[in-house]
C-alpha cells in the first residue's frame, strides 16, 4: 500500500496516519514532530525513543534511532507496510545512529557503495 505522498510531500500527518493504519503500530507510541519536517525528512518518537526519517518517493527511505533494538526493528516493519517494499540493510551512520535503509531503484549498488565507505556494522539484510 502506498504512502500518502499529497503534492510531492508525506506530511507530517500523514507519516503519523500511514504508521497506524498501515504499518499497524498502537496511536499511542508513535509521535512525529511537526517541527521537524522538512520536503524529504521528519522526527519523531516511538515508545518514546526518538527517530529521524528522510525519504525521496518511490527510491529511497531511511529511518535511523539511537539504539538498534527491537522498537527500531519494529518501527522499520512499520515502514515496510506502507513502503511496500524491505531495507536491504542496516548500519550505524556516521553520527553514530542506527539506520535501516531501503533503496527500491539499486539496492546491490547502494550496497556497494556503503562497503566503499567503511560503513560501520554494515548488515546486509534478506
Known amino acids: 500500500m502506498p504512502e500518502t505522498i499529497v503534492e510531492g510531500m508525506w506530511r507530517w500527518q500523514d507519516v503519523l496516519y500511514d504508521l497506524v493504519e498501515q ?7 508513535i509521535k512525529t514532530d511537526p517541527f521537524s519536517v522538512r520536503s524529504h525528512s521528519c ?8 527517530f529521524w526519517l528522510s525519504w525521496v518517493h518511490d527510491e529511497l527511505l531511511l ?3 539511537k539504539n538498534d533494538d527491537n522498537d527500531l526493528k519494529q518501527l522499520a516493519e512499520g515502514f515496510v507496510k ?3 517494499y524491505n ?3 542496516k548500519y550505524i551512520s556516521t553520527n553514530g545512529l542506527a539506520t535501516y535503509e531501503w533503496d527500491k531503484k539499486n539496492p546491490k549498488g547502494r550496497y556497494q557503495e556503503l ?3 567503511g560503513v560501520k556494522s554494515l548488515t546486509l539484510l534478506a
Open 23 to 29: 504499518g499497524e503500530l498502537k496511536k499511542d507510541d
Open 115 to 117: 562497503v566503499d565507505k
Open 87 to 89: 531495507p536491504f540493510c
Open 63 to 65: 529511518l535511523s534511532m
Open 82 to 84: 506502507i513502503v511496500d
Open 43 to 50: 522526527g519523531g518518537t516511538y515508545k518514546g525513543k526518538i
